[in-house]
């Protein structure tokens, strides 16, 4: 059961110049969650977030923070809005401690909230002996924390993370979905974050939406999502010498099968009647003399499901 | 608050990045120096005149000589085409071509050739080449003027030690003329012989007596009658002794009006000074400012370039580099109205540039010993706070406009050239046709320059540059709205 609406997105379309890359999107954010927006790249994750912060207007359609439209107090909504961007959004050559203190007083806090709060985010994460260091001299993990700290100085309501793993490593990946759980659970922010990543969404994401073609095509929970195609299974076909297209000739008429494709010498078949398919493709592996190598049955995961959909 | 903090966070940026401060702050600060130490007299060095003529005579010697001091050097050529290929090559700055055997009665002239594309060496040389000739014309025209005043001097006594005989002549003639005309009357006077020789025959009837009795007293009055015609002829002599007597008379008393009326002539000249003579009016150069040096002059210019390039440039710079940082994006999610980042932006680059303008003013004080009071250092800090203004609102309006700093680095640079070109630095803005120098006048550069010269130069207080002063707040006030809108507009992709 879905919670009220904590941002919602009504019919957001946005053009620049001919290039349509939104298109009438709806989305609704519920709060208190991990919200994860999925899409490839260039599919509009980066300019939907820049319209939800404020930094874009659409072109039509409008935003609601908490039932008020986004554009009518926009100071006072922004306010709520913590933002870290995907190359990171701070001074380089200013310190971790001048970096927290100058957007502190950009969202009008006084020094001592400011200077308990840096404590307190600086242990959230994991910078506490980092406050003098110089932002630039500091990792690729260390300044990627550095950066949901400064969207965090103000305390918000909700923080935007654009592809905030990118250019990661994956164990470095993996201490930034920990650090944004750690966040979601111990400050209560509602987290909206884009990746193109599914199987992160997985691990972190209460909710998720597939942004492709200009627009939203599916939402809901990962379980909801993956339950869409719970019926789905994927055979996985080796044979020797590899004529695939004569099979997939002969079995691509069948209504079971939902999708084809090549990868390296595997011929993966995506369908809902996984027995049946096996044993169509057995059959004509069988009459075209190849060699069956391997054949299995497997569940597809879901970004795969995601790569499918958004082919 | 805020904007203390967008001012702290710019200096820190800027101090931080060394190579940037090391030019922003530094770079203006050396330059002035250098022009300080360069620049911090009121002469030209080691000029070379180039000279050619077919022969050298002793006056073009004189002159050549005249020219040479330690400032020019005058460097004989040996043709005319060379002289020329050497003002073009800038081996001489000048050449001089001068007439064989110059005379002072020569009439051909002694021709410059310049190099006009060097224009204010060109003036800065022919000026003081004119003046150096001009002296030299001057020593020519006081030597000739002075032989003239002294022959005259000389004939004016002489005149007047002769011209008093002339009287005694003229006496000596009117007696000599007197005596003649008595002679002259006394041989009139002269009776013919004829009544004599009639006494004689009477007597001779009287006495009867033969004729031959009074033979020798006939041939005696005979004698004296032939004596008689003799003188009688001779006395038209006279008569015209008399007459030629007379009009030397009238000659002389002619010559006696004329030598008066010389000495009158002479004595009616009132100026005989020959300095007078030679320049009847005379006329003084007096500098308007106190200073004399190449700097004093040039320091209003040369700070309004220091003013307009670290304006525009570190106004720029200082916003596409906010622009283009990756915290441009929180700042501008922030709950902070844009005007706030203006106006940090705007007081950041007027503190550092206000602080440039303090080291210059102590480094050129120092230097050149310029007494300032404290009234004038007040009105020149607020002619530096406006017309700094109006270049940081250009270069923050060109930052705005552009997306690349590149691009931003270019425009700004070629705004403050255009700016630079249309001034008086370059060519005087005189040379300007008058509609084009009427908007022309109206040229940031050359309204600062302006307020810079009536503070530093003559010392004069803003009450006076009112005009100039309305113009550079109205040009603030402009920028100021632009400067706000183009961000605005910028910020909304």
């Known amino acids: ?12 379309s946005k053009t620049f110049g001919k290039n349509i890359v939104l298109n009438n999107l709806n989305l609704s954010i519920p709060y208190g969650e991990i919200f994860g927006i999925l899409g490839k790249s260039g599919s509009g994750k980066t ?19 908490q039932s008020r439209d986004i554009n009518y107090d926009l100071f006072e909504v922004r306010k709520q809005f913590g933002f870290a961007a995907q190359e990171g959004s701070f001074y380089p050559t200013l310190t971790v401690e ?31 002996k ?60 509602t987290i909206i974050l884009t990746t193109h990543l599914l199987g992160e969404v997985e691990v972190i994401c209460d909710r998720v939406a597939i942004l492709h073609e200009n627009t939203i095509i599916k939402q809901g929970t990962v379980d909801e999502l993956e339950d869409i195609f719970s019926g789905t299974k994927e055979i996985h076909i080796v044979t020797s010498p590899g004529n695939y297209k004569s099979i997939v000739e002969y079995i691509r008429g069948d209504k079971d099968i939902e999708g084809i494709r090549k990868v390296g010498n595997k011929l993966i078949v995506y369908a809902q009647d996984a027995e049946k398919v096996m044993k169509a493709l057995l059959t004509v592996i069988d009459k075209e003399d190849e060699e069956l190598i391997e054949i299995g049955l497997h569940k597809p995961p879901l970004d795969e499901v995601f790569e499918y959909l958004t082919k | 608050m805020k904007i203390l903090q967008v001012i702290i966070k710019n200096l820190k ?41 077919d022969s050298y005579s002793e006056l073009a010697e004189s002159i050549l000589s005249q020219l040479e001091d330690e400032q020019y050097k005058v460097v004989k050529v040996d043709s005319e085409e060379d002289c020329v290929d050497k003002v073009k090559t800038e081996v001489v700055q000048l050449c001089l071509l001068i007439p064989p055997s110059l005379q002072i009665t020569s009439h051909e002239p002694i021709t410059f050739y310049v190099d006009d594309s060097r224009i204010n060496l060109v003036h800065l040389i022919i000026n003081t080449i004119s003046n150096k000739l001009s002296i030299k014309s001057e020593e020519l025209s006081i030597d000739l003027t002075t032989k003239i005043v002294n022959v005259l001097n000389d004939a004016n006594v002489k005149i007047a030690e002769e011209s008093p005989n002339l009287p005694e002549v003229k006496s000596t003639l009117t007696l000599t003329e007197s005596k003649l005309s008595e002679l002259d009357s006394a041989i009139s006077g ?25 033979s020798n007293l006939t041939s005696l009055v005979s004698a004296l009658e032939t004596k008689i015609s003799q003188v009688k002829s001779s006395s038209e002599g006279v008569s015209s002794l008399v007459s030629q007597i007379s009009k030397e008379k009238e000659k002389v008393e002619r010559l006696n009006s004329a030598l008066s009326s010389i000495i009158i002539n002479i004595d009616s000249i009132e100026i005989k000074d020959i300095d007078k003579i030679v320049n009847p009016i005379s006329s003084e150069v007096r500098p308007i400012t106190t200073d004399s040096t190449h700097l004093g002059n040039a320091f209003p210019v040369l700070l309004m370039i220091v003013l307009m390039f670290t304006g525009i440039v570190l106004s720029t710079s200082t916003v596409i580099d906010e622009k283009t940082s990756k915290a441009y994006l929180r700042n501008y999610i922030s709950p902070t109205p844009s005007v706030f980042f203006i106006i940090g932006d705007y007081a950041f680059s007027l503190i550092i540039m206000l602080l440039q303008m303090a080291v210059i003013f102590i480094v050129t004080i120092l230097a050149t010993s310029a007494p300032f009071s404290y009234i004038e250092l007040l009105n020149t800090l607020v002619a530096l706070i406006l017309i700094s203004s109006v270049f940081i609102l250009i270069g923050m309006f060109i930052g705005y406009v552009f997306r690349s700093s590149e691009t931003a680095n270019m425009a700004s640079i070629s705004v403050a050239t255009v700016l630079l070109f249309f001034s008086s630095t370059v060519l005087p803005l005189e040379t300007l046709p008058v509609t084009i120098r009427e908007i022309v006048k109206y040229n940031p550069f050359v309204l600062g320059e302006s307020l810079l010269r009536q503070t530093i ?12 002063m309305s113009a550079i707040i109205l040009y603030i006030s402009v920028l100021a709205v632009l400067t706000y809108l183009t961000r605005r507009l910028n910020k909304n992709i």
């Open chain 1, 1 to 12: 059961m879905p919670r009220a609406p904590f941002i919602e997105i009504k019919g957001v």
């Open chain 1, 47 to 65: 300019t939907l977030l820049n319209i939800l912060i404020g930094f874009i207007h659409p072109d039509k359609g409008n935003i609601t923070f």
């Open chain 1, 98 to 128: 001048e970096n927290l203190t100058y957007f502190g007083k950009m969202y009008n806090k006084n020094s001592d909230y400011i200077k308990k709060r840096i404590s307190k985010l600086l242990s959230l994460v994991e910078l506490g």
């Open chain 1, 130 to 189: 980092k406050e003098n260091v110089v932002a630039g001299n500091l990792s690729a993990g260390m300044q990627k924390r550095l950066d949901i700290a400064c969207s965090l100085i103000h305390d918000p309501k909700i923080v935007v993370l654009d592809e905030p793993t990118q250019d990661l490593d994956p164990a470095l990946r993996r201490e930034i979905l920990d650090l944004l759980k750690k966040i979601n659970k111990e400050e209560e922010t």
């Open chain 2, 13 to 53: 940026l800027l101090t931080r990045s060394k190579g940037s401060a090391l030019i922003v702050l530094l770079g203006p600060l050396i330059l002035m120096l250098l022009i300080s130490l360069s620049f911090n007299n009121s002469t030209l060095f080691n000029v070379k005149i180039g000279a050619y003529s």
């Open chain 2, 190 to 214: 002269l009776e013919s012989t004829s009544s004599i020789s009639s006494e004689i025959s009477n007597i001779q009837l009287s006495l009867n007596v033969s004729s031959g009795e009074f």
């Open chain 2, 457 to 468: 130069l003559f010392k004069e207080s803003l009450q006076g540059s009112y005009i100039v």
